[in-house]
């Protein structure tokens, strides 16, 4: 079963600090999500990404993130300053986009828990 | 614009009992209505899901949701509640184009022994 893979599974940084989480999505897969989850709430989205570059995002994905698919496989989530809010578990996902019954089912990967101090 | 309203954000049933499971959208297009369940610790799976055709759909581990356009609802279900379906789960709706998905604030299912 082809799966999405994060890492890392957990990063504690401290307040300030850049932090780079990163992504490997199915690989014939075109299109690319980050989500966030603050402990005990919804599940919020960030930011899709297709065909290199942003195709939405939500007022939570202000300029202190970025995006970026540097090699062709890895999908990364950049957090420049790191503030104590954007503790949460980040969810990385992806979906074929293609014709077919699973073109519009996200595939979610296991999530990296971030904690700032 | 699409929303998903998830009534009762915590539900118990006994081991063995029907487990119901609430969902309600909102969405000016024809949506597409899933169902992820999140075990603890570990990211989000999907159970079933509805885009198009049959309204009753069957997902993994025993679970099925009807779609009904008429009360707007996308109710999960399963006859008969293990231990193992302990977990959080979220309805989620996105349009048909499917860049976005907007998720319900969780349901989480406690079941009794």
């Known amino acids: 079963e082809p799966e999405v893979t994060q890492t890392p599974s957990h990063q504690v940084t401290q307040m300030g600090q850049e932090v780079i989480l990163r992504c490997v999505p199915i690989?014939?897969?075109?299109?690319f999500y980050w989500y966030r989850q603050i402990l005990g709430q919804k599940v919020e989205f960030l930011v899709s990404f297709y065909n290199n570059e942003i195709s939405e995002k939500s007022e939570i994905f202000d300029d202190q993130f970025s995006v970026e698919r540097p090699d062709g496989s890895n999908f990364t989530l950049k957090i420049r300053s790191t503030k104590l809010e954007d503790s949460a578990m980040y969810f990385c996902a992806s979906r074929a986009g293609l014709a077919g019954s699973g073109a519009n089912v996200l595939t979610f990967g296991a999530g990296s828990r971030l904690t700032v101090l | 614009a699409q929303s998903v309203t998830q009534l009762g954000s915590h539900v118990s049933v006994s081991e063995g009992a029907l487990v119901l499971l609430r969902c309600n959208y909102s969405s000016s297009v024809p949506p597409y209505l899933f169902w992820y369940v999140q075990y603890p610790n570990q990211g989000l799976q999907l159970l079933l899901k509805?885009?198009?055709?049959?309204?009753l759909v069957k997902g993994i581990n025993g679970f099925e949701a009807e779609f009904k356009k008429s009360e707007t609802s996308f109710h999960l279900t399963k006859p008969s509640a293990h231990m193992s379906d302990a977990a959080e789960y979220f309805c989620a709706v996105s349009s048909t184009t499917g860049n976005q998905f907007y998720f319900g604030t969780g349901t989480s299912l406690t079941v009794i022994p």
């Open positions: 509805y885009t198009t055709g049959a309204t």
């Open positions: 690989s014939n897969h075109l299109y």
